[in-house]
């Protein structure tokens, strides 16, 4: 009875969680910066927040890349790219990786019911779900 009661206070509290999330304003934040030079040096940086997470990954020519994610403000992972493409060549051969297997799976079950290119011209066109606030470009 103790575990049935703790299943409903759990399922109330998710409810209600995604109830507010529904009527509340969501800010999800965006940001890539890159620069190269004439002699063939570059460097890309790119982050994205969305609430207490966030993820960044920093790139340059002759430095190997890094993704991190941070929960908080605090960092809770870190990879460099060169180690994820490791445990990607190190996959069977002519198996795929179970990472890209998964991604490509959850796209497919959601482009059955929507057309992913069509909602996002849709929520990026409509004023009212989504706002370019800055924009710079040199």
């Known amino acids: 009875m103790d575990t049935a009661l703790t299943v409903v206070a ?22 890539v910066q890159g620069r190269g030079e004439p002699d063939g040096a570059w ?4 982050g ?3 609430g207490p997470l966030a993820l960044s990954g920093v790139g340059a020519r002759g430095v190997p890349g890094v993704v991190q994610l941070h929960l908080f403000g605090r960092r809770v992972w870190q990879r ?7 445990e990607q060549r190190g996959a069977a ?13 959850g796209y497919a079950r959601v482009a059955r019911f929507i057309d992913p290119i069509d909602f996002c011209v ?4 409509e004023p009212r779900h989504a706002r370019i606030e800055a924009l710079d470009c040199e």
């Open 48 to 50: 994205t927040s969305f």
């Open 93 to 105: 051969p002519g198996a795929r990786a179970p990472l890209l297997a998964r991604l490509r799976s």
């Open 122 to 125: 849709f929520v990026v066109t």
């Open 43 to 46: 460097v890309l940086a790119g």
């Open 10 to 31: 759990l399922l109330s509290v998710a409810l209600a969680l995604i109830a507010l999330a529904l009527f509340l304003p969501v800010r999800w934040r965006l940001t």
């Open 80 to 86: 460099a790219l060169a180690d994820l493409a490791r």
